[in-house]
């Protein structure tokens, strides 16, 4: 895997934050097993740790991703016929005026020769339309490329979804953690722990939507603003 700059801000960023139940876990229950286990094969414990730490983290990061995109992005976005940037560029839609919205048809027309339904052909084929403007919108995000301010507001986005992916699989990890602390091995601190990050995390996946569309409509604002200044 290639560690640019997305990967580090908008995957490997959620995990951390989102894998404190997987090690706390770890830390009061099973180090002393599997870490001795592995221990014996490797001779060091250092490695073991390390080794433990970074299988945790590459799979959370590809567990975190498929449910971000699957369970949030998805159902949210409607595989991006909902996104942003389509609704902006519905005739229907009141976040621009209807020049601006004729002139971004126009320009998209003179770019790319993807005709826009008109506003009349919109409202009895709406799917058609959501259709053409997310294949105008594949190929905008490639004409506009990093821009100056899109590339953070995309890192921004994944940021937000993937961190939601990745809050779903640690609140039910401090849920099950809270299970074994109380009732099979027990353990305060680490019962302590696992409730604050179960509430915490709860938090977020009860603002998730609100999150995930905020950051997904700044992120296209900014790309169609940036589309239309080249």
Known sequence: MKFNRYVVFARLLPVILTSTPFFVLYYF???????????????????????????????????????SKE???????????????????LHSDPQFSADYTKKIHDKIYGDFQIFIPSSEEESVYELDSRKKI???MSLIRVRVGKGNLVNQHNLEYGFIRNLMGGAI??????????????????????????????????????????????FASDYAKILIQEYMAK
Do not use: H
């Open 71 to 89: 369970l949030f992005e998805k159902r949210i976005f409607s595989g991006g016929l909902n996104f942003p940037t389509t609704n902006y560029l």
């Open 169 to 214: 699989v640690a609140f039910l990890m401090s849920v099950a953690n809270i299970i074994v602390f109380e009732w099979i091995s027990f353990n305060q601190t680490a019962l302590i722990v696992s409730c604050f990050s179960a509430f915490i995390y709860l938090c977020l996946l009860i603002s998730g939507k609100w999150l995930i569309n905020s």
């Open 29 to 67: 229950l099973l180090r002393t097993t599997i870490g001795d286990f592995i221990s014996e094969l490797v001779r060091f414990q250092w490695i073991s740790d390390v080794g433990f730490t970074l299988a945790v983290i590459f799979l959370l990061m590809q567990i975190g991703r498929f449910i």
């Open 134 to 136: 997310v294949e105008a």
